[in-house]
């Protein structure tokens, strides 16, 4: 069974920083786009940030210049360094992975989310 486990959430003051790590899990043969995900409350989940497995990267317009994605391929990782955090940028973040899980099979995975709170 696959698993993504996310780490890295808390409380923030607006201007902060903080950075999410998600790694993946288990029976792996390959995997391709990772990303991050959030969800305020009475919101739908919205993209903040996907890199290929070639580390091309694409962010939402709302983070864009104040989070940066990354991965580690040889671990299966992704993190999310966010900068200069706003009370807008408070919500559950989910780490998604694109898996190849055998050279015929392919799915969509979920972390459990972590939660991010800007506040002072």
């Known amino acids: 069974q696959v698993r993504l486990v ?3 959430g808390g ?3 607006p201007g ?9 899990s ?11 995900y959030r969800q ?26 104040r989070f940066t994605i990354s991965r580690a391929n040889d671990k299966n990782t992704v993190d999310l360094q966010m900068n200069s955090l706003k009370p807008e940028d408070t919500a559950v973040y989910y780490c ?7 050279t015929l099979t392919r ?7 972590t939660q991010v709170i800007v506040s002072s």
């Open 96 to 102: 998604n992975a694109d898996i190849k899980l055998t």
């Open 11 to 13: 409380l923030v003051q």
């Open 40 to 65: 305020a409350p009475g919101m739908q989940r919205e993209l903040v940030a996907r890199i290929t497995s070639g580390r091309t990267t694409n962010y939402a317009d709302s983070v864009n210049g």
């Open 26 to 36: 288990g029976r792996i043969f390959s995997v391709y786009s990772m990303g991050w």
């Open 16 to 24: 902060g920083s903080l950075r999410l790590s998600c790694a993946a």
């Open 6 to 8: 996310e780490s890295g």
């Open 107 to 113: 799915r969509d995975f979920w972390g459990q989310g």
